[in-house]
């Protein structure tokens, strides 16, 4: 058996899969292989270890005739065709809720980040212009405030709870289901309404949502102009939920105070018109804050994520049922 990862993993993944099959993968910490080096090496193989960067079609499947497991290292698993993996009898897989709590850490510091200038004071320092305390990049406080949950599944759910502590008014969200504080829930009720009085009522607005045909471009310039004046917002979820053209207008004409990301438009791959990059003017705004899609950019939880992965390929390849299975998909 040959199993392939396309991405650097701790050695004790390879080591774990080298009991059973011959492993390829690259050998520099961080390095990820590209599109055509994954295509030469996975043209045999049996298994496919994939990451965030990956992206699984039609053509993909057809190139690697051999594969019976494509193991994604991640849970939102928009960049990959489960359609065309069933049709060509390839299993894909993912990781359970482990990422949770890191990515509601890291959605929390992009609140406070933004609402607090950190990166405008941090410039301040740097530049060597800050001799004394004086009165500088005023922000606001999530005390008192009224914060805004569009998705409220199990992360906007693990991001309502790490908030909760720090004297919140008001959350309100939006979600097609209904939800429910956790048992012991201490922070302010949970008031489900429509996107438009998300909008309009919060002072900062959290997108936690997956990327489907239904949010893709959920709020775009006609949704961004029913924003309270002065709101925040942080997108936590994909970058295609939101039009990064329609959250520059809004940064430019005040309607948006700052807007912080994690997940951009350019890396949703599965969208033949995403940008091929974040516009520059997005990218040089002064009342942004970006991280590089660290939400699960936690050592740790890499390894764990890995082996999770790993574990999917041996139960495939021994002809076991997988944990973590997306389809049901047999060769003829």
Not at 53 to 81: M, P, Q, R, W
Not at 124 to 130: A, K, L, N, Q, Y
Not at 172 to 191: N, V
């Amino acid at each position: 058996m040959k199993v392939i990862i396309t991405h650097w993993v701790h050695e004790e993944v390879t080591t774990f899969l080298r009991f059973f099959a011959e492993v390829k993968a690259p050998t520099a910490s961080g390095e990820v292989w590209p599109k055509d080096r994954v295509l030469q090496e996975a043209a045999d193989a049996d298994a496919v270890i994939t990451s965030m960067a990956d992206s699984v079609d039609e053509a993909f499947l057809k190139a690697c005739a051999n594969l019976k497991i494509v193991a994604a290292t991640l849970k939102g698993y928009d960049n990959y065709d489960v359609e065309a993996c069933t049709r060509h009898g390839v299993v894909l897989t993912i990781v359970p809720d482990i990422i949770i709590p890191p990515t509601a850490e890291l959605a929390v510091s992009l609140a406070l980040g933004i609402i607090r200038n950190v990166r405008q004071g941090d410039e301040t320092v740097r530049s060597g212009e800050f001799t004394a305390w004086r009165p500088l990049h005023y922000g606001m406080s999530l005390c008192g405030a009224t914060v805004g949950f569009i998705g409220m599944g199990n992360l906007g759910q693990a991001i309502a709870q790490l908030l909760s502590p720090f004297g919140i008014a008001r959350m309100l969200y939006y979600d097609q289901s209904e939800q429910d504080p956790p048992e012991h829930w201490t922070g302010p009720a949970w008031e489900k309404v429509d996107l438009r009085t998300v909008l309009s009522s919060c002072d900062i607005c959290i997108v936690s949502l997956p990327l489907t045909s239904s949010t893709h471009h959920l709020l775009d310039g006609q949704a961004l102009k029913g924003l309270r004046s002065g709101a925040y917002m942080v997108n936590i979820g994909r970058g295609s939920v939101l039009d990064e053209n329609a959250v520059l207008d809004a940064l430019n004409e005040r309607r948006l105070a700052g807007y912080a990301a994690d997940v951009f438009e350019f890396e949703d791959w599965a969208l033949p018109s995403r940008p091929k990059e974040i516009s520059a003017a997005l990218r040089q705004h002064p009342r942004t804050l970006f991280t590089p899609h660290l939400g699960s950019a936690v050592d740790s939880l890499r390894r764990e994520m890995s082996m999770k992965a790993a574990e999917q390929v041996r139960a495939v390849l021994a002809g076991e049922t997988p944990e973590f299975a997306v389809n049901t998909a047999k060769k003829a």
